[in-house]
Protein backbone atom coordinates (compact mmCIF):
# COMPACT_ATOMS: atom_id res chain seq x y z
CA UNK A 1 0.00 0.00 0.00
CA UNK A 2 0.89 3.76 -0.62
CA UNK A 3 0.00 5.75 1.87
CA UNK A 4 -2.45 8.50 -0.37
CA UNK A 5 -0.63 11.15 2.42
CA UNK A 6 2.72 10.58 1.47
CA UNK A 7 1.36 10.92 -2.50
CA UNK A 8 -0.03 14.35 -1.83
CA UNK A 9 2.56 15.47 -0.28
CA UNK A 10 5.19 14.54 -2.49
CA UNK A 11 3.10 15.69 -5.80
CA UNK A 12 3.37 19.30 -3.92
CA UNK A 13 7.15 18.52 -3.47
CA UNK A 14 7.71 17.59 -7.21
CA UNK A 15 6.03 20.37 -8.59
CA UNK A 16 7.26 22.91 -6.66
CA UNK A 17 10.02 25.45 -6.87
CA UNK A 18 10.68 25.77 -3.22
CA UNK A 19 11.82 29.15 -3.36
CA UNK A 20 9.09 30.57 -4.54
CA UNK A 21 6.35 28.08 -3.86
CA UNK A 22 4.96 28.70 -7.41
CA UNK A 23 2.49 26.10 -8.82
CA UNK A 24 1.34 25.06 -5.26
CA UNK A 25 -2.25 25.59 -5.37
CA UNK A 26 -3.29 22.64 -7.35
CA UNK A 27 -6.88 21.81 -5.83
CA UNK A 28 -6.61 18.30 -3.68
CA UNK A 29 -9.46 16.75 -5.93
CA UNK A 30 -7.66 17.76 -9.05
CA UNK A 31 -4.57 15.43 -7.06
CA UNK A 32 -6.69 12.56 -6.85
CA UNK A 33 -7.78 12.59 -10.43
CA UNK A 34 -4.28 12.93 -12.08
CA UNK A 35 -3.26 9.99 -9.29
CA UNK A 36 -6.01 8.12 -10.41
CA UNK A 37 -5.86 8.85 -14.12
CA UNK A 38 -1.83 7.88 -13.34
CA UNK A 39 -2.86 4.73 -11.25
CA UNK A 40 -4.26 2.91 -14.53
CA UNK A 41 -1.59 4.52 -17.32
CA UNK A 42 1.20 2.05 -14.99
CA UNK A 43 -0.75 -0.94 -14.64
CA UNK A 44 -1.31 -0.45 -18.29
CA UNK A 45 2.32 -0.19 -19.34
CA UNK A 46 3.24 -3.26 -17.41
CA UNK A 47 0.56 -5.10 -18.76
CA UNK A 48 1.89 -4.29 -21.86
CA UNK A 49 5.41 -5.38 -21.02
CA UNK A 50 3.96 -8.57 -20.82
CA UNK A 51 3.43 -9.06 -24.56
CA UNK A 52 7.09 -8.48 -24.87
CA UNK A 53 8.53 -10.89 -22.28
CA UNK A 54 10.50 -12.82 -25.17
CA UNK A 55 12.66 -9.65 -25.61
CA UNK A 56 12.84 -8.73 -21.87
CA UNK A 57 14.06 -12.01 -20.47
CA UNK A 58 12.03 -13.96 -18.02
CA UNK A 59 13.30 -12.13 -14.58
CA UNK A 60 11.83 -8.75 -16.36
CA UNK A 61 8.25 -11.24 -16.81
CA UNK A 62 8.26 -12.17 -13.48
CA UNK A 63 9.09 -8.82 -11.79
CA UNK A 64 6.47 -6.94 -13.93
CA UNK A 65 3.98 -10.12 -12.86
CA UNK A 66 4.90 -9.18 -9.14
CA UNK A 67 4.06 -5.78 -9.13
CA UNK A 68 0.38 -6.42 -10.14
CA UNK A 69 0.04 -9.54 -8.08
CA UNK A 70 -2.02 -8.09 -5.47
CA UNK A 71 -4.79 -7.39 -8.83
CA UNK A 72 -4.93 -10.81 -10.03
CA UNK A 73 -7.86 -13.02 -9.48
CA UNK A 74 -7.99 -16.46 -9.11
CA UNK A 75 -9.53 -19.19 -11.21
CA UNK A 76 -11.75 -19.60 -8.45
CA UNK A 77 -12.83 -16.60 -7.31
CA UNK A 78 -16.49 -16.64 -9.55
CA UNK A 79 -16.90 -19.41 -11.75
CA UNK A 80 -19.07 -18.25 -14.75
CA UNK A 81 -22.12 -20.28 -16.56
CA UNK A 82 -21.48 -20.25 -19.97
CA UNK A 83 -24.56 -19.68 -22.55
CA UNK A 84 -24.61 -21.44 -26.42
CA UNK A 85 -24.22 -18.13 -28.60
CA UNK A 86 -24.20 -19.60 -31.99
CA UNK A 87 -24.97 -23.29 -32.56
CA UNK A 88 -23.57 -23.95 -35.77
CA UNK A 89 -20.15 -21.93 -34.47
CA UNK A 90 -20.49 -24.18 -31.30
CA UNK A 91 -19.84 -20.78 -29.83
CA UNK A 92 -20.69 -20.43 -25.95
CA UNK A 93 -19.97 -17.31 -23.75
CA UNK A 94 -20.35 -15.36 -20.39
CA UNK A 95 -20.37 -11.40 -19.58
CA UNK A 96 -17.44 -10.45 -18.32
CA UNK A 97 -19.22 -7.23 -16.63
CA UNK A 98 -20.67 -9.68 -14.23
CA UNK A 99 -17.65 -10.28 -12.38
CA UNK A 100 -16.61 -8.29 -8.87
CA UNK A 101 -14.44 -6.85 -8.64
CA UNK A 102 -14.58 -5.42 -11.94
CA UNK A 103 -12.64 -7.03 -14.91
CA UNK A 104 -9.64 -5.42 -16.09
CA UNK A 105 -7.43 -7.32 -18.05
CA UNK A 106 -7.33 -10.87 -19.52
CA UNK A 107 -5.04 -13.34 -17.68
CA UNK A 108 -6.29 -17.10 -18.47
CA UNK A 109 -9.01 -19.55 -18.24
CA UNK A 110 -10.11 -22.63 -18.46
CA UNK A 111 -13.87 -24.68 -18.68
CA UNK A 112 -14.98 -27.62 -17.47
CA UNK A 113 -17.15 -29.52 -19.42
CA UNK A 114 -19.36 -33.00 -20.31
CA UNK A 115 -19.14 -35.33 -22.81
CA UNK A 116 -21.17 -38.40 -22.56
CA UNK A 117 -20.66 -40.20 -18.94
CA UNK A 118 -17.48 -38.26 -18.95
CA UNK A 119 -18.53 -35.05 -16.65
CA UNK A 120 -16.51 -32.13 -15.60
CA UNK A 121 -13.53 -32.59 -17.69
CA UNK A 122 -11.29 -29.76 -17.26
CA UNK A 123 -10.35 -28.35 -20.31
CA UNK A 124 -7.36 -25.51 -20.68
CA UNK A 125 -7.90 -22.56 -23.04
CA UNK A 126 -5.34 -21.11 -25.01
CA UNK A 127 -3.64 -18.10 -23.56
CA UNK A 128 -3.25 -16.51 -26.47
CA UNK A 129 -6.87 -14.72 -27.13
CA UNK A 130 -7.89 -16.16 -31.03
CA UNK A 131 -8.50 -12.80 -32.98
CA UNK A 132 -11.94 -12.93 -35.00
CA UNK A 133 -10.56 -13.35 -38.87
CA UNK A 134 -8.75 -16.26 -37.36
CA UNK A 135 -12.27 -17.86 -36.49
CA UNK A 136 -12.22 -20.26 -38.99
CA UNK A 137 -8.93 -21.63 -39.57
CA UNK A 138 -9.17 -22.57 -35.51
CA UNK A 139 -12.31 -24.48 -35.90
CA UNK A 140 -10.80 -26.34 -39.30
CA UNK A 141 -7.12 -27.02 -38.62
CA UNK A 142 -5.93 -30.08 -36.90
CA UNK A 143 -3.56 -28.75 -34.41
CA UNK A 144 -5.61 -25.85 -32.90
CA UNK A 145 -9.28 -26.90 -33.14
CA UNK A 146 -11.11 -27.42 -29.71
CA UNK A 147 -11.05 -31.26 -28.14
CA UNK A 148 -12.11 -32.78 -25.00
CA UNK A 149 -9.88 -35.79 -25.82
CA UNK A 150 -6.45 -33.44 -25.43
CA UNK A 151 -8.52 -31.04 -22.90
CA UNK A 152 -7.87 -28.01 -25.01
CA UNK A 153 -9.71 -25.30 -26.86
CA UNK A 154 -9.42 -21.33 -27.75
CA UNK A 155 -11.37 -18.07 -26.48
CA UNK A 156 -11.83 -14.29 -27.74
CA UNK A 157 -12.92 -11.56 -26.11
CA UNK A 158 -15.32 -9.20 -27.62
CA UNK A 159 -16.84 -5.90 -25.65
CA UNK A 160 -17.71 -7.68 -22.55
CA UNK A 161 -18.10 -11.36 -23.38
CA UNK A 162 -15.77 -13.91 -23.55
CA UNK A 163 -16.76 -16.54 -26.22
CA UNK A 164 -14.85 -19.95 -25.88
CA UNK A 165 -15.72 -22.84 -28.62
CA UNK A 166 -16.19 -27.02 -29.25
CA UNK A 167 -15.97 -29.39 -31.74
CA UNK A 168 -19.54 -30.20 -30.98
CA UNK A 169 -18.95 -33.28 -29.16
CA UNK A 170 -18.66 -31.86 -25.76
CA UNK A 171 -20.61 -29.36 -23.41
CA UNK A 172 -18.95 -26.62 -21.88
CA UNK A 173 -20.65 -25.62 -18.57
CA UNK A 174 -18.69 -23.20 -16.66
CA UNK A 175 -15.63 -20.72 -17.42
CA UNK A 176 -13.15 -20.26 -14.54
CA UNK A 177 -11.23 -16.83 -15.09
CA UNK A 178 -7.82 -15.83 -13.70
CA UNK A 179 -8.17 -11.72 -14.77
CA UNK A 180 -6.96 -8.57 -13.63
CA UNK A 181 -8.91 -6.30 -11.62
CA UNK A 182 -9.49 -2.73 -11.35
CA UNK A 183 -7.21 -1.09 -8.33
CA UNK A 184 -9.36 0.75 -6.30
CA UNK A 185 -9.68 4.31 -6.21
CA UNK A 186 -7.24 6.46 -4.80
CA UNK A 187 -9.29 9.05 -1.99
CA UNK A 188 -8.57 11.97 0.55
CA UNK A 189 -11.25 13.08 2.86
CA UNK A 190 -12.35 16.56 2.91
CA UNK A 191 -14.00 17.59 -0.28
CA UNK A 192 -17.39 16.66 -2.29
CA UNK A 193 -16.94 14.20 -5.15
CA UNK A 194 -18.57 14.40 -8.49
CA UNK A 195 -21.48 12.26 -7.42
CA UNK A 196 -22.36 14.27 -5.02
CA UNK A 197 -20.98 12.41 -1.37
CA UNK A 198 -18.26 13.25 0.81
CA UNK A 199 -14.68 11.88 -0.34
CA UNK A 200 -13.50 8.87 1.98
CA UNK A 201 -9.63 7.93 2.75
CA UNK A 202 -8.34 5.56 0.46
CA UNK A 203 -4.41 4.62 0.31
CA UNK A 204 -3.20 3.22 -3.08
CA UNK A 205 -3.11 -0.29 -2.92
CA UNK A 206 -0.41 -0.80 -5.41
CA UNK A 207 2.66 -2.22 -4.25
CA UNK A 208 5.24 0.59 -2.33
CA UNK A 209 7.84 0.24 -4.43
CA UNK A 210 6.09 1.84 -7.17
CA UNK A 211 5.19 5.05 -5.43
CA UNK A 212 8.34 6.92 -7.50
CA UNK A 213 6.82 5.60 -10.71
CA UNK A 214 3.16 6.53 -10.10
CA UNK A 215 4.20 9.71 -8.93
CA UNK A 216 6.35 10.63 -11.91
CA UNK A 217 3.22 9.98 -14.10
CA UNK A 218 0.86 12.02 -12.03
CA UNK A 219 3.63 14.99 -11.84
CA UNK A 220 3.71 14.89 -15.28
CA UNK A 221 -0.22 15.23 -16.22
CA UNK A 222 -0.64 17.68 -13.32
CA UNK A 223 3.09 19.57 -14.58
CA UNK A 224 1.72 20.23 -18.64
CA UNK A 225 -1.81 21.14 -16.17
CA UNK A 226 -0.28 23.98 -15.03
CA UNK A 227 2.61 25.16 -17.59
CA UNK A 228 4.89 24.18 -15.07
CA UNK A 229 7.57 22.90 -18.10
CA UNK A 230 10.98 21.87 -15.77
CA UNK A 231 8.67 19.67 -13.84
CA UNK A 232 7.54 18.06 -17.48
CA UNK A 233 10.45 17.58 -18.32
CA UNK A 234 11.84 16.63 -15.19
CA UNK A 235 9.03 13.98 -15.03
CA UNK A 236 9.91 12.50 -18.74
CA UNK A 237 13.57 11.84 -17.68
CA UNK A 238 12.62 9.72 -14.40
CA UNK A 239 9.91 8.38 -16.61
CA UNK A 240 12.29 6.91 -19.37
CA UNK A 241 14.91 5.78 -16.44
CA UNK A 242 12.17 3.91 -14.40
CA UNK A 243 12.70 0.51 -15.94
Request: with cysteine.
Amino acid sequence: MIPVDSLLYKIDQKLNKLSTNEHQEIPVEDKILALNEAQIKLIKQKVDGFSTVSGLGMDSFKKRYEDLQSLVQPYNHQPLPLVLKNAELNQWFAYLHVLTPQYMFYIDSYILADKGRCTDRKIWINRDLAKHGDLQFCLNNVHYRPSFEYQETFNFISSDEISVFTDGTFTPKDIYISYMRYPQYINKAGYIMLDGLPSFDQDCELELYLEDELLDLTVQNLAMYTENQSAVQSSIYRIQTNE
